[in-house]
């Protein structure tokens, strides 16, 4: 267990339907990344927060956005889904201060039917 | 710019055999080098991680090296399991800072055949 957690588990809807993952970090661990990952592709880097502030972002579409809150747990909202979206996404925390090492959840698979 | 490169792409060994996987990097100013293993379905895993001065470190059956001269690193897996079959991914972090970059490679396949 990473001691990263990630709801919903599964989530299943339609196109043009709005979603919200959560992801609450380790504790202590004041960084919060999300990533995509579709099917039998390598992670792709969405956007990275450092105690509540965007610190970086990757190629995250228009559509996405996230914020993390003053407890430190992250969301990811995901909008205007299309097909494409399906992917499963995975929320990792760390520290720089321990060599940047990310502890990652086990992710949220989003089927968008 | 900055990239990290892994081969093979995809590797099929038998049970209980060594195999060696590659991964060879441009990041630059270089802070430490990572290896994950990916199960199909979940969230990758941590096996090592290396900074600059460390050129060797091993987890069980797993042994990563790094060669910060030429930017290479390697994992070695030792007697193959079936439970090995996973992805194998390099991640290089960029500088040291709370924005610095994670770089991360494309992965390995590894599939442990019985």
Known sequence: DSGVTQTPKHLITATGQRVTLRCSPRSGDLSVYWYQQSLDQGLQFLIQYYNGEERAKGNILERFSAQQFPDLHSELNLSSLELGDSALYFCASGTYLAKNIQYFGAGTRLSVL | KNQVEQSPQSLIILEGKNCTLQ????????????????????????????????????????????????????????????????????????????????????????????
């Open chain 2, 23 to 114: 991964c060879n990097y441009t990041v630059s100013p270089f802070s430490n080098l990572r290896w994950y293993k990916q199960d199909t379905g979940r969230g990758p895993v941590s096996l090592t991680i290396m900074t600059f001065s460390e050129n060797t470190k091993s987890n069980g059956r797993y042994t990563a090296t790094l060669d910060a001269d030429t930017k290479q690193s390697s994992l070695h897996i030792t007697a193959s399991q079936l439970s090995d079959s996973a992805s194998y991914i390099c991640v290089v972090s960029e500088g040291y800072s709370s924005a610095s970059k994670i770089i991360f490679g494309s992965g390995t396949r590894l599939s442990i055949r019985p």
